[in-house]
Structure formats: C-alpha cells, structure tokens
C-alpha cells in the first residue's frame, strides 16, 4: 500500500510548481490586472483594497467550483460554454468601456472606486481565470495521489501570489497618476489599459 504523501511532499511536488505557474500566470496582463492599474491610477491603492479582495474572492470561488468537476461539465457541453464566453466578453467588454472613459483629473464628478462584489463577478466571468486554473489542475495534480489536498495546495498558491501581484498593479496605477499629470495623457493610458484588456481576454476566448 502506497502511504499517503505528506504536507511537505504535496508542497515540493504541487505546491512549488504551481506557485511558479500561478507567479507567471498572474503577473501577465489580463482584465483583473488591468482594472487594478486603472483603479490605482483613479482613486488610490487605498479605496481598491475592497476590489483586491473581491478578487481572490471571487477567484477561489471558481477554483472551488472548477475542482469540484464544473470545468469538465462545461468542456462537455458547448452550448453551455458558449453562453459563458458571451457572458464573459459582455462583462469585460463593460469593464474595458468603464475604464477608458474614467474621469480623469480635471473631470466632474470625481471617480468612483470598483467594489468588492465587481471583484468577486470578475474572475468567475474572466476566460484568463478559466484557462489559468484549467491548465494548473491538469498539469500539477496527479490522479494517483489524493485530488482533494492537491486541488486546495493550488488553490493556496493563486491566493498566496494573487494578492501582492494585483496590489503591486493598482501601486503602479497609483504612481502613475503621480507621474502623468496632464489629463490628455492620463485619458490615453486609460484607453490603453482598456484595449489591453479586451486584447487579452479576446485571445484567450479564441484559444
């Protein structure tokens, strides 16, 4: 009988594998990155921390639900996951619209923070998050070892690298309001921020 692995073997073979994984997946550009930035550059790191935690959230949420056998469900029904990326584009193609036209400094009334609950529908409507967690299970969970401590040590992992990743984004926003004080050129890096988005998220829909 094969003894069952320990807290330190699960953590060498699936939870520093899938830190990496999770370091480079969640450092990239993508919808919940991008509105971090934007939000940062609008109102603050301060008046996003609301968002930031709606975000792990709302991504452990869909870990939870993807683990527990709702990605295969999806993979075996194309009608259903059709109707997910047209939720998913409409919903980013909001967040992209929302960005680009954020006031800017200069502009009346003054803007208004993302919340905790527009972070928590992010991940859940985000084609980035469902190939993010797709690929990390099938890669780092191996079927002779017990499912469930494997899927909670990336679960742990996404949590452990996605809160100072998306913090340092909404700082870099943040500095970059300090840094570009015309509102011309804060408008372009809202459109820029917004067409990355779109970019992003209409890559990973054709993928």
Known sequence: MTAAPTVLDLF??????????????????????MTCMASGAAVGYGRTVPFILGLMAGFQALALVIAAGLGEVLRQAPALMLGMKLASAGYILWLAYRIATAPVEGDRPPARPVGFWQGVVLHPLNPKAWAMLLSAYGHFIEPAAPYGPQAAMVMLAFL??????????????????????????????????????VAVVGAALVL
Do not use: C, E, I, K
């Not at 060498?12 to 990155?33: D, E, I, K, Q």
């Not at 926003?173 to 509102?183: A, I, K, N």
């Open 160 to 197: 452990v690298v996605g809160l100072p990743l998306q913090s340092a984004w909404t700082v870099a926003g943040q500095g970059m309001r300090t840094l570009v004080h015309r509102p011309d050129r804060m408008r372009t890096l809202n459109v820029t921020m917004a067409v990355v988005m």
């Open 12 to 33: 060498l073979h699936t939870g520093v594998p899938a830190l990496v994984f999770a370091f480079a997946m969640v450092s990239t550009p993508g919808p919940a990155n």
